[in-house]
């Protein structure tokens, strides 16, 4: 397969990287039943399946107009700086004296702030239109 354009190279990655998770995820169930290692199967096999619906898809299908492109840069701009002030705000609830603070539940409500307000941000930039 030669890759000829973005969605190509797209659709090889998510193929690639699909395998590579799903095979990890075998040999790491292999060795212990644990659930972080076992859901690597199944991140894997959405990844495998997204990529091949994405190699059937039409070439015109996949290409975003300018304002679907415009209002996915200020939601992503928007969703930066909304994580930004959110990893600030725990830093310093950290510095201030909340001890139990634990860095793993930090960084998963931060990570959790950023997909939400892209995905909101996006969906509200689309409905009001660009200006």
Not at 70 to 84: D, E, R, T, V
Request: net charge neutral; hydrophobic share 45%; aromatic share 10%.
């Amino acid at each position: 397969m030669k890759i000829r354009n973005h969605k190509d190279a797209f659709v090889i990655g998510g193929l690639l990287a699909g395998t590579v998770m799903v095979l990890g995820g075998i040999i790491n169930c292999l060795h212990s039943y644990d659930f972080k290692h076992c859901s690597l199967i199944w991140v894997g096999l959405i990844m495998l399946g997204s990529a091949l619906y994405d190699m059937q898809r039409p070439e015109t299908e996949v290409l975003p107009d300018e304002r679907t492109e415009k209002n996915s840069h200020k939601a992503g701009y928007a969703a930066f700086w909304i994580i930004l002030v959110s990893a600030g705000m725990l830093l310093l609830a950290d510095e201030r004296g909340l001890r139990n603070l634990e860095i793993r539940c930090a960084l998963s409500a931060t990570i959790l702030i950023g997909m939400f307000s892209f995905v909101i941000l996006g969906w509200y930039y689309n409905r009001r239109g660009c200006e």
